[in-house]
């Protein structure tokens, strides 16, 4: 690792300049809900195409204050907003120590169904809580071992999908979120779990708990009736899921894990929803989409002898998904103790923000900032950017990325084999792509029906 450097110096924001960051960046962004989406305020925020504002407002910001952090004071709390990937990078690069994941809001959410996930964990837990979950998902690997299972369990899913789209000619977010848990329970709890929307129904009630964060009340009774369900996979792991590669390397760590991993797939779901969206109104990438796929091939989906495909194309749609729609609004850090910044000493506690809307479409760095571009994730250029983080960067990076990857590419070019069109899909035909998409909102329909 590179030495960090010592970085420019932070600029305290007016009263003026720190309610326009909260009133047009940050407020939109807790109303969305951060830890799971309120769907009238995703509407809403596609209506205001609320990610376009947020990113005028950093980039007048950044360009008067010469690329300094913006330093604002809410009540107690001091945040800094970056708006350079030097500074980026700074932060992910020096993680957990001095700035740690487990800031002060996220602890409040996250605690309130995972209080053990290793994001919210001190450093010293996270010495064997990291691990964990890299060993267990399989960081490193683009295919997990267990992946020609994972692929079956989207394989199942898909089979719902395509019956329920001959049935209805339709496919919306809702319809399409009940299969998409039916895959995420096979593939992290195993094919027993697959139906359990009880268990589903209890995690979602207590991540709209957690969306205000320490404001609401803990639930411990549901909180132990989730773990109980979870456990009742987990100690009994089937072949093929996360939770028997978790419960080999340690079911008592496994069980404090699986929250999160549940809890994120809903992101993955929303990702895919999006590139869907992007596929369904461009034939060009449809069309490369299937040709990588090769769905009339004699193996289909399959690398000879080597399980499931990597499907680099429809990886990079999915990263580009992610890429123009951040579904981690924001990326946060607390420091550890007090850090020298510029000619500034910041105190310990204080609050770093990485606004990912903002640094995903900056146009001064990006040629391609508003483009569908995944080309750029193929060739290298996206992955040389400290500003492009949607999985995050350095030691605290996401571990889940490739199992993500994995599925949701083959979700995706099992779905482009129907040739389904998007609803107001002129919009996504073209580049410019509009700033914010709400993906509660998108409805598909078979080509060729009313
Ligand atoms: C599209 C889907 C996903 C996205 C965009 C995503 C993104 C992220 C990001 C940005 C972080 C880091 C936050 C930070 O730096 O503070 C993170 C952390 C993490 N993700 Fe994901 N994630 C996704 C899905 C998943 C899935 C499905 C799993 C597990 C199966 C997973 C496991 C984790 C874990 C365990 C951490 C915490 C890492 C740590 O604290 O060291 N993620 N993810």
């Given at each position: 690792m590179s030495p960090a450097p010592v970085g420019r110096t932070p600029v305290d924001l007016t009263a003026a300049e720190t309610a326009r960051v909260v009133r047009t960046v940050l407020a939109p962004l807790i109303?969305?809900?951060?830890?799971?989406?309120?769907?009238?305020?995703?509407?809403?925020?596609?209506r205001h195409q609320t990610d376009r504002a947020a990113r005028a407002v950093l980039t007048g910001l950044r360009e008067r204050h010469g690329g300094a952090p913006l330093v604002l004071r809410l009540g107690l709390r001091r945040f800094v907003v970056v708006t350079e990937p030097d500074d980026v990078r700074r932060l992910l690069e020096n993680s957990p120590e001095p700035f740690t994941p487990a800031t002060k809001?996220?602890?409040?959410?996250?605690?309130?169904?995972?209080?053990?996930?290793?994001?919210?964990?001190?450093?010293?837990e996270r010495w064997h809580r990291r691990p964990f979950n890299e060993a267990a998902l399989q960081a490193d690997r683009a295919v997990h071992d267990e992946g020609a299972a994972f692929v079956d369990a989207v394989r199942r899913g898909m089979t719902a999908l395509t019956r329920q789209l001959d049935s209805t000619g339709l496919l919306d977010a809702e319809s399409f979120a009940d299969v998409w848990w039916g895959i995420v329970l096979e593939i992290v709890l195993g094919p027993k779990a697959r139906g359990d929307r009880e268990l589903i129904a209890d995690l979602n009630a207590l991540r709209r708990d957690a969306n205000w964060s320490s404001l609401h009340p803990r639930r411990g009774r549901l909180r132990e009736e989730l773990e109980r369900r979870i456990g009742s996979y987990l100690f009994a792991p089937e072949p093929g899921s996360l939770a028997a590669a978790a419960y080999d390397r340690g079911p008592a760590t496994a069980v404090g894990q699986v929250p999160h991993w549940l809890f994120a797939f809903d992101a993955a779901g929303a990702v895919t929803l999006r590139a869907l969206a992007i596929v369904a109104a461009r034939p060009e990438v449809r069309e490369r989409?299937?040709?990588e796929a090769d769905p009339v091939g004699p193996s289909p989906w399959q690398t000879a002898g080597r399980g499931p495909a990597l499907l680099p194309y429809a990886r990079a749609c999915v990263l580009e998904s992610v890429r123009l729609w951040p579904t981690t609004l924001a990326v946060l850090r607390d420091s550890t103790g007090p850090t020298r910044w510029g000619e500034r000493v910041l105190p310990t506690h204080t609050g770093f923000v990485v606004v990912s809307s903002f640094f995903h479409r900056d146009q001064r760095r990006l040629e391609h900032a508003d483009a569908f571009v995944p080309e750029a994730w193929l060739d290298g250029r996206n992955n040389a950017d400290w500003g492009l983080v949607p999985f995050s960067g350095g030691p605290v990076a996401c571990p889940g990325r490739n199992v993500v990857l994995l599925v949701t590419s083959h979700l995706l070019a099992r779905l482009a084999v129907r040739d389904l069109r998007v609803e107001r899909g002129r919009y996504l035909a073209r580049d410019p792509l509009p700033a914010t998409v709400d993906h509660l909102g998108l409805r598909f329909r078979i080509a060729g029906t009313a």
């Open positions: 109303v969305q809900g951060v830890i799971v989406r309120r769907p009238r305020a995703t509407a809403w925020a596609e809001e996220k602890r409040g959410a996250l605690a309130h169904f995972q209080p053990e996930g290793v994001l919210i964990s001190s450093t010293a989409v299937l040709e």
